[in-house]
């Protein structure tokens, strides 16, 4: 647990605490417990289109009737945090705070970055395993508790390191605070559009001042010479908006194509799939990871212990399912499952 709350609001699984104060800009945090994390990588995406590019992403990806979302844009990659936003919007309005009046981040986007390497960090609840690499967060795993060994080898292989022994997890870091989020959501590039649709404007009120002072300018030849001169200028700067306007448009053409290339179904059909066979011995999900059609989830029993074959057999016969492995998790009760989806 972090050594000192910070000045938010901060969700939680099963509560939402107030901060101490409210000096400063205010964020409602919704801990990392209830935040999926993943990085996609945006080739061929213009800058100005990577923050659009990603939100579909988003919504490709994210489990969730209503969506929330925070991003990290960096190149040609974004980093794309998402949680359950109607579960959001339950919990401010349960404590009096009106939704859309106060920004709702993840909390790691508020905790400060780390050192280039692993890193085991301390959470609103239990712990966040972390990979940075050229000043970049690469690679992130939630735990409810500290990892085993085999956890945590298994995330450090996942960052792509070639490990041969079982390392040692590391001891858990307490976070430290920031005032402001280090991400960058795309902001200035939201800026540099509405800087180029002002100078659009910008001369079509040109244009409709030469219109309507059309018969006085005929008798000031010094006054159209400075408004044609305007008009120039104007139609200069709105060039590039025009040629942006058509590469938007091919990109939108671009990634509509990219999008209907993913063979897989989509991770909230996926989700349903999985839940609909679990046995109703109050059998739940206690961990999901999913890449590229590989999906693995963890299964948790707090009645009695869990067969392995049952499980290995119930979702073979799930159709789309392929390659189905089972193995104990963290006891009895607890099983990893792994599979892949067919294309």
């Not at 609909?276 to 693995?296: C, H, I, K, R, V």
Request: hydrophobic content about 45%.
């Amino acid at each position: 647990m972090p050594s000192q709350s910070p000045p938010f609001f901060r969700q939680y699984r099963d509560r939402t605490e107030r901060p101490a104060s409210w000096r400063g800009r205010r964020f409602w945090l919704v801990s990392r417990s209830l935040c999926g994390f993943r990085l996609f990588r945006l080739a061929n995406v213009g800058r100005n289109e990577l923050r659009d590019a990603a939100a579909l992403k988003a919504r490709e990806w994210a489990p969730y009737a209503e969506m929330g979302y925070h991003l990290h844009l960096t190149g040609e990659a974004a980093r794309i945090w998402v949680w359950d936003a109607a579960r959001v919007r339950d919990a401010m309005q349960a404590i009096g705070v009106r939704p859309g009046r106060i920004t709702v981040l993840p909390e790691t986007a508020l905790q400060a970055r780390r050192e280039d390497g692993l890193h085991l960090v301390g959470c609103l609840e239990g712990v966040e395993g972390q990979f940075w690499a050229e000043g970049e967060l690469k690679a992130s795993r939630w735990w409810a508790e500290a990892p085993s060994p085999e956890q945590w080898l298994e995330f450090v292989r996942a960052t792509g390191m070639v490990v041969d022994a079982l390392p040692e997890v590391p001891l858990t870091e307490q976070p430290v605070w920031r005032s402001r989020a280090w991400t960058n959501s795309g902001a200035g590039l939201e800026l540099e559009r509405r800087g180029r649709e002002a100078a659009l404007a910008g001369a079509a009120l040109v244009l409709a001042a030469y219109a309507y002072l059309g018969g006085s300018l005929v008798r000031d030849a010094r006054s159209l010479a400075e408004i044609d001169d305007r008009l120039g200028n104007a139609q200069h700067r709105a060039a590039p908006v025009i040629t942006d306007r058509e590469q938007a448009l091919a990109d939108l053409d671009y990634l509509s194509g990219f999008a209907k290339l993913d063979p897989y179904p989509s991770q909230l059909t996926v989700l349903a799939r999985v839940a609909e066979n679990l046995p109703s011995n109050g059998a739940q999900l206690a961990a999901w990871s999913y890449q590229t059609g590989d999906l693995q989830f963890t299964v948790f029993s707090p009645a009695s212990s869990l067969d392995i074959l049952f499980y290995v057999k119930t979702y073979s016969s799930v159709p789309g399912f392929t390659d189905v492995a089972a193995e104990r998790a963290e006891g009895p009760r607890s099983l990893r499952v792994k599979l892949h989806l067919a294309k």
